[in-house]
């Protein structure tokens, strides 16, 4: 489809180059050359011929016009982006270029936002670098910025829990639980992101290790939210129920029931779950 639409774009130009009389010049060669390529469905000779021609005569416009098409087609957005902007320099008056020179400007600072992001949590700072990819996610319309913030948040996570452990072993656990924290939270927007079911198989170990760092920091009931949060978007997440049970059990009084509730949906073996049901008939005496 994407190549029919730019077929019906590209084609006119390079048809109405093919009516210039005179002489041909260099440029006008490899436009030909283009042309010719271009109907025989061959957009990367195509594109090659049109760079030629281009090299030759900087200023034509439908050259860089053409070029612009036959990158989008190709998916190369940074090419798409600087040939649109040099055509619309040469044609101003075209509000169509214009428009497709802001949107791939618009896609380019998306892009360098997310690089940033990923950046920002490989310096430590997490919260700010999660909190921009998950920005991009959610606001941007454009396909390949939204592409490039998951690519990003994909790279952030195992990076999130080398940071957390990092933490852990130098016993900043309230430090620990927020870094843990993020990356679950990450994990998540991976998870609607890929429209998946459940989380993937990064979020488990952190989500132990979140319940770890918060009762090495003397506040077990830190992950509450979280775990609350987990389930309620992915209620048959076993880790999730497992670990939200043990934050139960941390309370005063421990809450039985509840905790053989989610054992049992996590899948712990009958005679823990039993083992729990047993203990909230004790306490119910």
């Known amino acids: 489809m ?3 639409m730019v077929r019906a774009l590209v084609l006119p130009i390079l048809l109405a180059i093919g009516l210039v009389s005179g002489c041909q010049s260099d440029a006008k060669k490899h436009l030909y050359k283009a042309e010719d ?3 025989k469905r061959d957009l990367e000779g195509a594109k090659k011929e049109l760079q030629l021609s281009i090299k030759a005569d900087p200023n034509d416009a439908d050259a860089h016009k053409s070029l612009a098409h036959i990158d989008e087609a190709l998916g190369d957005d940074e090419g798409a982006g600087r040939e649109y902007n040099a055509a619309s320099a040469f044609d ?11 949107l791939y400007k618009q896609l380019a600072d998306l892009a ?9 949590v490989k310096a430590g700072k997490v919260t700010e670098g999660i909190g921009t990819l998950k920005e991009i996610m959610v606001t941007t319309r454009i396909p390949a910025a939204r592409e490039k913030a998951v690519n990003a948040l994909m790279d952030a996570i195992p990076i999130i829990e080398k940071i957390g452990d990092q933490q852990m072993q130098d016993k900043k656990y309230a430090d620990a639980v927020q870094t843990y924290d993020q990356g679950i939270r990450a994990a998540m927007l991976m998870a609607r992101a890929h429209k998946m079911e459940t989380l993937g198989p990064d979020a488990d170990p952190m989500m132990h290790k979140i319940n770890q760092a918060a009762k090495a920091g003397g506040t077990p009931d830190a992950t509450f939210k979280l ?5 309620g978007d ?7 129920n497992l670990e939200l049970a043990q934050v139960y059990l941390s309370k005063t009084p421990p809450d039985y029931d509840t905790a053989a509730d989610l054992e049992e949906r996590g899948g712990a073996p009958d ?6 049901r047993d203990q909230a008939k004790k306490h119910r005496k």
Do not use: H, Q, W
């Open 2 to 4: 994407r190549t029919v």
């Open 234 to 240: 992915y209620p048959d997440d076993k880790t999730a």
């Open 112 to 120: 360098n936002s997310s690089g940033k992001a990923l950046d920002d």
């Open 37 to 39: 390529l271009f109907e």
């Open 92 to 102: 101003p008056t075209d509000e169509k270029l214009l428009a497709k020179a802001r």
């Open 227 to 231: 775990f609350n949060d987990v389930i």
């Open 271 to 276: 005679d823990e779950v039993r083992k729990l």
